[in-house]
């Protein structure tokens, strides 16, 4: 089976940690959304990932080459940006005709039981009921699980079950020949080729396709989303354990330290994740994500998510501030 991960978007809600670096790699407790999702993926007995990348794509194919050498990784460039099933198209000479292919959206993390969903002889997709499905992929299905009907963010949704970004393909031609023909009858939503049109046309051809419910479901695409997912995964890996020791320093936990950190003088916690060789003095800090390599001096900080690279002194704010800033408010 194959892992297509699309990871090509240029992360626009998440500026301007996004001008510097993919979404996919911006930090969520202690490492990038992507090694979340290929740890997990991995953990399960997957090796064979396809990658489709776009925006600063290199930096991703540095960091997967280097972090999983032992993976065999795929990398295909989406270049102009069309569209989730425009994606996947491009990575069609990458899986057999009769191979399963599993697509997990690269900015989304999910917990699912995947034995369950393999042994499934249909194609099926992850879904959560939502309070407002207008802003996701909505499913419309029978009460057997089937599903009659999916739509891209309807502006009336008949259904509060999102799809949520993971979709297992028992039959990988049927879903490239479905976004072919969307291509070639240019059917479009929102300006590009959706994944979502494509599966449609697969179930008006009469291809059975069915839910599976997912438990945790983390979207990583606004800065409080990001927080928020922050917050959740600290507590499950249990930061607790790990005992920090820095000069004069407090630290609530859950939080998670990289290596190589220089703190002082500071309360930091809880809901904090502070990247590797990074260096915090006389400071609080709360609710935020630090990159590596930055330096904080004498600031109050709270639902703040702060780039590598960045020189910041003296502030109490709440901040969104990408790599490579140097801010002195002294």
């Not at 407002?132 to 891209?152: K, L, M, S």
């Not at 070639?184 to 009469?206: S, V």
């Not at 990159?291 to 709440?318: M, N, P």
Request: hydrophobic letters at 40%.
């Amino acid at each position: 089976m194959k892992i297509i991960v699309p990871v090509a978007g240029v992360g626009s809600k998440l500026r301007p940690h996004t001008h510097t670096q993919p979404k996919a790699l911006v930090p969520v407790a202690g490492k990038p959304i992507l090694s979340h999702i290929v740890d997990y993926l991995v953990e399960a007995g997957f090796n064979e990932f396809i990658f489709v990348i776009g925006h600063l794509g290199d930096k991703i194919e540095e960091y997967v080459s280097g972090k999983y050498p032992k993976l065999k990784s795929t990398f295909v460039v989406q270049e102009p940006r069309e569209g989730t099933g425009h994606a996947l198209w491009l990575a069609r000479d990458k899986v057999r005709a009769d191979e399963d292919m599993l697509i997990v959206l690269g900015d989304t993390l999910i917990e699912f039981d995947i034995a369950s969903v393999l042994k499934n002889k249909h194609s099926s997709f992850g879904v959560k009921k939502v309070d407002d499905p207008r802003q996701f992929g909505v499913v419309e299905a029978d009460g057997a699980g089937r599903i009659v009907r999916v739509a891209e963010k309807p502006s009336i949704p008949k259904s509060n079950l999102a799809m949520v970004g993971i979709y297992h393909i028992k039959d990988s031609r049927t879903l490239f020949d479905a976004i072919e023909w969307t291509m070639k009858n240019n059917i479009r939503t929102r300006e590009e080729f959706n994944l979502t049109d494509a599966i449609q046309r697969m179930i008006e051809q009469g291809v059975v396709c069915e839910t599976f419910p997912v438990g945790s479901w983390f979207d990583c695409g606004s800065k409080a989303n990001l927080l928020e997912t922050n917050a959740i995964m600290l507590k499950k890996v249990d930061t607790g354990k790990k005992k920090y020791k820095f000069k004069n320093t407090v630290i609530i936990h859950p939080t998670i330290i990289g290596e190589q950190c220089d703190i002082s003088d500071s309360i930091i916690g809880p809901n904090v994740s502070i990247g590797e060789n990074t260096t915090v003095r006389s400071s609080i800090i709360s609710d935020s994500i630090i990159g590596a390599y930055a330096e904080l001096d004498t600031a109050v900080l709270h639902e703040s998510v702060i780039g590598s690279d960045v020189y910041l002194k003296g502030l109490s704010q709440s901040l969104n501030i990408g790599d490579s800033t140097e801010i002195d408010f002294s």
